[in-house]
């Protein structure tokens, strides 16, 4: 088993969530020209292909599916290690950037909710009934 970290993340509801990266230590280098970009669809380009499912084979390469949510493309495929930690690492950095947008998107709904609170508080439009 490689090298890991844990990542642990609070979500706006208290719950957390502990993301798990793995860092394999026999990774080979890849030649450029040899990789493939899994996220990349075939069909229209979009960086959005993601994995539906996925299963370990024989000679360390995966099984996946994978699906573009813009064209609909799907296909099933064995794929390298090396292609699918690369992959894995885009995944995981789309993760962090949408934690990272859902928390100020949280954050700005909260102000507004407040907000619009104390705009209500000051105006007396807020009665013992409200509640």
Request: net charge negative; with cysteine; hydrophobic share 35%.
């Amino acid at each position: 088993m490689g090298d890991f970290h844990i990542k642990k993340i609070i979500l706006p509801s208290g719950k957390s969530v502990e993301i798990v990266y793995f860092h394999a230590e026999d990774t080979i280098p890849l030649d450029e020209d040899t990789a493939v970009d899994l996220e990349c669809c075939p069909e229209c380009d979009s960086g959005l292909v993601y994995p539906v499912s996925w299963r370990e084979t024989e000679d360390d390469c995966w099984e996946i599916e994978l699906r573009c949510p813009n064209c609909e493309w799907a296909e099933r495929g064995i794929y390298r290690h090396q292609d699918v930690e690369r992959f894995d690492e885009t995944l995981n950095r789309g993760t962090d950037r949408l934690i990272d947008d859902l928390e100020q998107l949280t954050r700005a709904n909260m102000e507004a909710d407040i907000d619009r609170f104390v705009s209500a508080l000051e105006s007396d439009a807020i009665t013992p009934f409200d509640f």
